[in-house]
C-alpha cells in the first residue's frame, strides 16, 4: 500500500489506464461469448419450433443471456468513460508539467539576462562598434600624409601618363671647348699664311 503512494502520480495514472484496457479486453472477450451463446440458442429455438415448450425454454436463455451481456456493455462503457477520463487527466498532467519547465526556464532567462544589461549591453556594443569605425577611418585616412593631396596625386599621375604616350627623345651634347682655343688656333694659320705669303719665307 505505502508502495503503491510512494509512485509517482504518473505512472499511477498510467498503469490505471493499462489496467482498464486489460479489463476492457476481458469484457469485450465476455461479449463476444455472450453474443455466440445467443446466436446457438436462438438456432435451436427456431429448429424446435413445433415444440412451444422447447422453443420457449432456449428463448428464456437468450433474455437471461442478453440481460448478462446489457450488464457486460454497460459497465465496459463505464469503463471506458474512466480510460478517457485518466488519459485526458494525464495529458493535463503533461500540459502543466511543460508549463511549470517553461515558467522555471523563462525565470531562469529572463534572472540571468535583466533588461537593464541588455540595455547597457547594447549600448556598450553600440559605442564599440562606432569607436572601432572610427578608428578604422583614422588608420585609412590619407590625410595623414603631410604634403599630399589628391590634386598632387592626379598631377603625378597625369605627368606618368603623358611620359609613357610621348616619350623624349635623348639629346646628345658635345664637349665645350674653349674660345681661347678657336683664338689660337685661328692666329697660328694667318701666321703660317704670312709665313708662306713672304717671298724668302721671310717674316
Not at 70 to 77: I, S, T, V
Not at 137 to 158: A, C, H, P, Q, R
Amino acid at each position: 500500500m505505502g508502495n503503491f503512494f510512494g509512485k509517482s502520480k504518473a505512472i499511477q495514472i498510467v498503469e490505471s489506464i493499462q489496467s482498464l484496457q486489460n479489463v476492457e479486453q476481458t469484457l469485450q472477450c465476455l461479449i463476444d461469448k455472450y453474443q455466440k451463446q445467443i446466436d446457438e440458442q436462438r438456432s435451436k429455438a427456431k429448429k424446435k419450433m413445433n415444440c412451444k415448450s422447447e422453443s420457449i425454454r432456449h428463448v428464456k436463455r437468450i433474455l437471461v443471456i442478453r440481460h448478462h451481456q446489457k450488464q457486460l456493455e454497460n459497465r465496459m462503457l463505464s469503463l471506458l468513460h474512466k480510460r478517457y477520463t485518466l488519459e485526458s487527466l494525464n495529458v493535463t498532467k503533461m500540459h502543466l508539467n511543460a508549463i511549470k519547465l517553461t515558467t522555471k526556464t523563462f525565470q531562469q532567462f529572463l534572472k540571468a539576462n535583466d533588461i537593464d544589461k541588455v540595455e547597457d549591453m547594447q549600448e556598450t556594443l553600440s559605442e564599440m562598434i562606432s569607436d572601432a569605425c572610427e578608428l578604422n577611418e583614422v588608420i585609412s585616412s590619407t590625410d595623414l600624409i603631410d604634403g599630399i593631396d589628391d590634386d598632387d596625386i592626379e598631377n603625378e599621375y597625369n605627368e606618368m601618363l603623358s611620359e609613357i604616350q610621348h616619350p623624349v627623345q635623348p639629346q646628345i651634347e658635345f664637349p665645350t671647348v674653349p674660345t681661347s682655343v678657336f683664338a689660337t688656333k685661328e692666329s697660328d694659320r694667318l701666321i703660317g699664311d704670312r709665313l708662306i705669303a713672304l717671298p724668302g719665307g721671310q717674316i
